[in-house]
């Protein structure tokens, strides 16, 4: 585990200072050498790691080796974290779809940054995310969770200008700022749950997302849904 994993035991709303190297060097007893080519400050402020953090892991660091390879653990982190932002940019979009009720005006819908849109059936189904500003669709015919990591798409379809017109077009008319938060009040055959999940991002950090249970949609979801996923082979051969 990282410094970067590290939780503390604070209560809510308690501060807690940010450490320095200073500090990290007197705590566990290491020197200026010890640290050599290690951008300490940087993995510091990189993990948002605390006095309290460093008080947790004191008693674990024995000697300075210990505190050097757990701080060089960290920097390899740090930079593969760093390498799939400049990649990827956001990788997991979870928290569209877990957002809280939007109740205000919703942007312009020419603004959508990011949609997401996963269709649950047992333990299979399919799901897309769309980039417009990289317009990039990541999208799994088999797994209905690829908005927890992009990277594990089936497929990236580079979208055209035109191709988001119909995306955004198809938005429009669905009217999604009218949709409820939540359906509910259908199961599957044989039992299992077969859930729905759709959310959108605009460019002010604006997040409207909505969810339920097959069978109990918004009305235009269906026409919505035939264009992200039926119109793909169409999309793929342009």
């Not at 005006?105 to 649950?120: A, C, G, K, Q, W």
């Not at 417009?132 to 990277?151: H, M, T, V, W």
């Not at 055959?189 to 069978?215: H, K, M, P, R």
């Amino acid at each position: 585990m990282s410094i970067g994993g590290i939780s503390t035991n604070q209560q809510e709303g308690e501060e807690d200072k940010l450490a320095t190297k200073e500090l990290l060097m007197e705590m566990f007893g290491v020197t200026e050498e010890d640290l050599e080519e290690i951008p300490v400050e940087d993995i510091i402020s990189y993990f948002k790691i605390t006095e309290g953090d460093l008080i947790i892991i004191k008693d674990e660091l024995i000697n300075p080796t210990d505190v050097t390879n757990y701080l060089k653990l960290s920097l390899k982190e740090m930079e593969e974290e760093i390498k799939i932002k400049e990649e990827y940019g956001t990788i997991d979009f979870t928290y569209i779809l877990a957002a809280k009720e939007y109740e205000g005006e919703l942007p312009n819908i020419d603004s959508i940054h990011y949609l997401v849109d996963s269709y649950n059936i047992g333990d299979g189904g399919y799901s897309c995310v769309i980039d417009f500003e990289k317009s990039k669709l990541y999208y799994n015919p088999d797994n209905a969770g690829i908005y927890d990591d992009i990277r594990y798409a089936d497929k990236v379809i580079e979208l055209t200008p035109e191709m988001k017109e119909e995306i955004i077009k198809e938005l429009e008319e669905a009217n999604i700022g009218e949709w409820d938060y939540e359906y509910n009040g259908y199961r599957g055959e044989g039992g299992e749950e077969c859930l729905w999940q759709f959310g959108v991002e605009f460019n002010d950090g604006t997040i409207v997302s909505t969810a339920g249970i097959y069978g109990n949609t918004p009305k235009e979801y269906k026409t919505l849904r035939d264009v992200l996923y039926e119109k793909l082979n169409e999309y793929k051969k342009r």
